[in-house]
Each structure stands twice: as structure tokens, then as C-alpha cells.
């Protein structure tokens, strides 16, 4: 799928991407969701599915919290207080960190909670502001949320369906 250019694009991408992804996320087990079995995001690492939701959410929450300090005129750490753009493996695991006591069929919905609410922050925006006017650096928002919503989910249910069947799962 082309990188959206416009609003229709970055909703149909997030929902098409997602619908996918929840396919594949549906077939695991609460019992097989804390194999760390998984390539982490840190090199030289492992992580499980769970750990994998948590990752989703984090970007997902973080997304949501820049525009909301952007719409507040608050200053916005990108992309997270104490972390620097070469550090999103670290990064990473603060997320695995942040869900680790949380149980599987919670973070499904709360990955579907914060899907939602990303669809209507796009919703509440306009195409221009979402696209014509430069957000971060030389990203607009609608690039940002792309990045950190659409695209991951397609890499996240790459790396699930090559788990599942390293597993013999599928």
C-alpha cells in the first residue's frame, strides 16, 4: 500500500492495516502470548506477542499525547521524555515494561481502545492539517501518525504470522 497522502488514505491504511494485524493477534493463545520467542526491537533481544501489543500501545499512546500537547501549546518531547530518536530500542522496552503486568485479552482491548482513539483524533482534523502544514520537523501529522500507527501494524503482523509458523502454530 502507497504512504497516504491524505485523510481518506490514513484512515482506510490504519483500519485495513489493523483489521490484518487483529486477525493474526486473535489466533494467539494466552498461553503462547508470553513466548519471548520474538525478534525484540532491541538488538539482540527477545520479546513475546504481548510484548508486541505493548509496543503498539506505547506508540499509539504516545502519538495521542503529542497532539495533545501540541493542541494545549505545551512543549512536546519527541519522541518521549528521557529518550532520543536513536534510542527506540530502549524505548521499546519501557512499553514492555509499562504493560508486563497486564493480562493478554486486556491489552487486545486496550491496543482496540487506543486504535479508536487515534481514528478520531484523525477524524477530528482537518486534511490540511493533517497534510499540508509541517507538525514536526519537516513531518506533517498525518506522516506522524502514519509512522507510528499503519506501518507498525503491518510489521507487527509480518513478524506474528513468521512466529506462528516458526511455532508451528499456523
Known amino acids: 500500500m502507497a504512504i497516504p497522502s491524505n485523510k481518506e488514505e490514513l484512515i482506510s ?11 493474526e ?4 493463545t494466552e498461553e503462547l ?6 525478534e525484540g526491537h532491541l538488538k539482540g533481544t527477545l520479546m ?12 499509539g499512546e504516545l502519538v495521542l499525547t503529542w497532539n495533545s500537547k501540541k493542541d494545549n501549546n505545551e512543549n512536546v518531547d519527541f519522541p518521549e521524555t528521557g529518550f532520543k530518536w536513536n534510542e527506540l530500542g530502549k524505548l521499546a522496552q ?26 478520531l483524533l484523525i477524524d477530528s482534523k482537518s486534511n490540511d492539517e493533517l497534510y499540508r502544514i509541517s507538525w514536526y520537523e519537516k513531518y506533517t501529522l ?12 503491518t510489521n507487527a503482523r509480518l513478524r506474528l504470522r513468521k512466529w506462528m509458523k516458526e511455532q508451528q502454530f499456523i
Open 48 to 59: 513475546s506477542p504481548k510484548n508486541l501489543i505493548s509496543y503498539l500501545i506505547g506508540w
Open 142 to 153: 498525518g506522516r506522524m501518525i502514519q509512522l507510528n500507527t499503519s506501518s507498525p501494524y
Open 94 to 119: 519501557k512499553f514492555y515494561q509499562d504493560y508486563e503486568n497486564e493480562d493478554f485479552n486486556k491489552l487486545k482491548l486496550k491496543l482496540d481502545s487506543t486504535v479508536e482513539n487515534i481514528l
Open 13 to 23: 491504511a490504519i483500519e485495513l492495516n489493523y483489521k490484518k494485524l487483529k486477525a
Open 33 to 38: 502470548s508470553d513466548l519471548k520467542t520474538l
Open 25 to 28: 493477534i486473535d489466533l494467539i
